[in-house]
């Protein structure tokens, strides 16, 4: 069964911008830390970007003053705005709690960053 449901990605020249989306099913609840994590081919899954109940966010360093990680509590999502995008962006997002739950995962969104 899905718990989060991830949308918003896409093909993007270097630069460009994109914002993702992340639904989370009833069964979660807005107090979790909630995080997008990413999977680039052939790479491990990595977190991203983390936000808590009350909104205090944390960045990888290869994201960070470029990424910024929003929630709404009351309708239980998680956004992802990523701008100034490089090559090096293009992977699978997903979004889960903080430690992540397997049972959580969603199929992604594929972001692609490319000329």
């Known amino acids: 069964q899905v718990q989060f449901v991830e949308s918003g990605g896409g093909l993007v020249q270097p630069g460009g911008s994109l914002r993702l989306s992340c639904a989370a099913s009833?069964?979660?609840?807005?107090?979790?830390?909630k995080a997008w994590y990413r999977q680039a081919p052939g790479k491990q899954r990595e977190l991203v970007a983390r936000?808590?109940?009350?909104?205090?966010?944390n960045y990888a360093d290869s994201v960070k003053g470029r990424f910024t990680i929003s929630r709404d509590n009351a309708k239980n999502t998680v956004h992802l705005q990523m701008n100034s995008l490089k090559p090096e962006d293009t992977a699978v997002y997903y979004c889960n709690v903080v430690p992540s739950n397997g049972l959580y995962w969603g199929q992604g969104t594929q972001v692609t960053v490319s000329s």
């Open positions: 936000i808590t109940s009350g909104g205090s966010t």
């Open positions: 009833r069964s979660i609840s807005s107090i979790y830390t």
